[in-house]
């Protein structure tokens, strides 16, 4: 199955993103904290990779708290690696707003001190992908609603400016995603289940299975706990069949309706009741890298794998 949404005002963003950052001193990267390499655009990480920027890990309330201390680390020492000293990663949440108005100011400041003083203001872009927190973090720092917020992406159709208190200028963009996108990645299913993509574009029952593999997996008592399952089903297809039962998810028949039940799932999840909940850990990667390696390596050791040079019909090697 495939996503295939790029409406036609994300062309126009990029565009003007890339047009707009010559002018900007800091770039604020909205990424959420429950799937921060997910929602980290490469289209934007392109267009901004010689800019200042701060990594703003939003809805952090809603992740996994050591998760997202990992998350922040991982950041800070990819930041130190690349020796330029110009990227900062941070954590916030809504419900501090007078955390966000104090930190991201200062952290300008120390990012780009040559627009600090008499006559200066930092020039700063907003950017990241739908439905991540881009106009929730301007109006917060604003302390007034300046830009329209909602709970579906692409809310922001074209990009504004705003200035604060302090002179510090602030432009806000629609958020974009890549062109197309395949829903059999787990990226892109990940960014589903967090509501990145409109839910008209999305089959509920199929990112419900994901999301009950993955809470299977890393989150198991919360599962248990929020559903009231004794014991988790040995797969994802028959847990997604008792929260249905659970929940009243049941057509005529004793048939329990998968995509009521992946419904169920997908919003509980957004919406923290099920707890808190990180979708990726930093070493994820690394650890489905492991596991491609001794899986091949198993299937070397069962002779399922030919070494180079190997050829069954060659007979034995000749003396040179």
Sequence with gaps: MTIQWYPGHMNK???????????????????????????????????????????????????????????????????????????????????????IRAKIPELCKRLVPHRTGPGKSVRAMVVGIPNVGKSTLINTLMERKVTKVGDEPAVTKSQQLVTLKSGMTLSDNPGILWPRSDIDSDATMRLALGGAVPDTVMDYEHVGLFAAEFFMARYAPLLRARFKLEELPGSPLETLRAIGRKRGCVRSGGVIDLHKAGDVLVHEFRNGTLGRISLEAPDDRDRAAQGARTAQGDRAAQGDLETPGDDPEAGPPSDP
């Excluded at 289209?43 to 809603?62: F, R, T, W, Y």
């Excluded at 992740?63 to 990663?89: F, H």
């Design 13 to 99: 963003a990029r565009k003007a993103i890339a047009e707009a950052l010559p002018t900007k001193d800091v770039v604020l990267e909205v990424l959420d904290a429950r799937m921060p390499r997910a929602s980290a655009n490469p289209v934007l990480g392109e267009l901004c990779a010689h800019k200042a920027c701060i990594k703003i890990l939003s809805k952090s309330d809603l992740a996994d708290p050591e998760v997202t201390k990992a998350w922040i680390r991982y950041l800070e020492q990819a930041a130190s690696a690349g020796g330029d000293g110009k990227v900062a990663a941070i954590a916030l949440t809504t419900a501090r707003p007078g955390e």
